[in-house]
Nanobody, 121 residues
Framework: QVQLVESGGGLVQPGGSLRLSCAAS????????MGWNRQAPGKQRELVAV???????NYADSVKGRFTISRDNAKNTVYLQMNSLKPEDTAVYYC???????????????WGQGTQVTVSS
């Protein structure tokens, strides 16, 4: 019913920047929070950043001051601007969105398929 498609990952040198995008599509009535999470090899998935429908944001301590989450409600899209990237930022990045659809009356959490970000020289 709802698809989340991420884009923008890739290989970047330490200190570089990347911008991830995640577009939600389907029978969407409204989207509440949208977020970015990541999972590095051998580690658990962790929250990177989250943004509410009103624009309030929250970040993991490890990315504060370097990453910026934003969203375009008209396009059902969330972005993650990543600056000053470090090798420890290497991971698969997943977006998620809490969505109400025309066939469900309660919000449900949907996830994208993930996009690889590799920070290496």
């Amino acid at each position: 019913q709802v698809q989340l498609v991420e884009s923008g990952g890739g290989l970047v040198q330490p200190g570089g920047s990347l911008r991830l995008s995640c577009a939600a599509s389907g029978n969407i009535v409204s989207i509440y929070t949208m977020g970015w999470n990541r999972q590095a090899p051998g580690k658990q998935r962790e929250l990177v950043a989250v943004i509410t429908s009103g624009g309030s944001t929250n970040y993991a301590d490890s990315v504060k001051g370097r990453f910026t989450i934003s969203r375009d409600n008209a396009k059902n899209t969330v972005y993650l601007q990543m600056n000053s990237l470090k090798p420890e930022d290497t991971a698969v990045y997943y977006c998620n969105a809490v969505v109400v659809t025309i066939s469900q009356f309660t919000p449900r959490d949907y996830w994208g398929q993930g996009t690889q970000v590799t920070v290496s020289s």
